[in-house]
């Protein structure tokens, strides 16, 4: 089962921030948040991953809690592009090889 | 893009025949991955290697087995196809296992169709 809650579905007008979050309350010191995406059938691209500190990229910020139990995948401007399901997931700590995803958000950015 | 490639993109085949899978890379990445996707479960992990000859089960391996003799391809078996085996399976590298780097890039996917 995946280890991470987040809500299966969400709206987001275009052009506003698409504001994302997930639960990972049994996270470890040493794991990583990942966030990916899948646009209809392909196969999933990586977006962002953070520890502790806030990232950004190109494409979106991460916002981690400081109990690190949660965090907020926050993409600054939405396109009807960026429709696609989102996967929260933690892992890739010391010795770990897995990353487990588990059904994600379906983000659908409207007109 | 990532350099990987899936082959067959696409087959359909009939109960208890052999498959298999194939994932090639041109990234030199050490570690590769085999998951399944199905309507309601998400992305599961079959299979993990983490160098040539080297791999794991994961999470839904049972009926499947992989092998890994070159760094570029890792294979994917289903000694004897069965219907709950029909699935997207995609392929995926990293160049590390964990520790922050552990960035996975995906092949666009193979679908499989048991009979």
């Known amino acids: 089962d995946a280890k991470t809650t987040q809500p299966p579905s969400m709206d987001c007008a275009e052009g506003r921030a698409a504001n994302l979050p997930c639960n990972h309350s049994?996270?470890?010191?040493?794991?990583?948040v990942y966030w990916y995406r899948q646009i209809h059938s392909q196969g999933p691209q990586y977006i962002i991953h953070g520890l502790k500190n806030n990232e950004t990229n190109e494409m979106a910020s991460l916002i981690i809690t400081e109990d690190r139990k949660s965090s907020t995948l926050i993409l600054p401007h939405a396109t009807l592009r960026d429709t696609a399901v989102y996967y929260c997931?933690?892992?890739?700590?010391?010795?770990?090889?897995?990353?487990?995803f588990g059904k994600g958000t379906k983000l659908s950015v409207i007109p | 893009d990532a350099g990987i490639t899936q082959s067959p993109r696409h087959k359909v085949t009939e109960t208890g025949t052999p498959v298999t899978l194939r994932c090639h890379q041109t990234e030199n990445h050490r570690y590769m991955y085999w998951y399944r996707q199905d309507p309601g479960h998400g992305l599961r992990l079959i299979h993990y290697?983490?160098?040539?000859?080297?791999?794991d089960k994961g999470e839904v391996s049972d009926g499947y087995s992989v092998s890994r003799s070159k760094t570029e391809d890792f294979l994917l078996t289903l000694e004897s196809a069965t219907s709950s085996q029909t699935s997207v399976y995609f392929c995926?590298?990293?160049?590390?296992?964990?520790?922050?780097?552990?960035?996975?890039?995906f092949g666009e996917g193979s679908r499989l169709t048991v009979l």
């Open positions: 049994t996270i470890s010191g040493n794991e990583y």
């Open positions: 995926a590298i990293s160049l590390a296992g964990g520790g922050g780097t552990g960035e996975l890039f």
């Open positions: 997931i933690f892992g890739g700590g010391a010795g770990s090889y897995q990353l487990t």
């Open positions: 290697s983490y160098g040539v000859k080297d791999t």
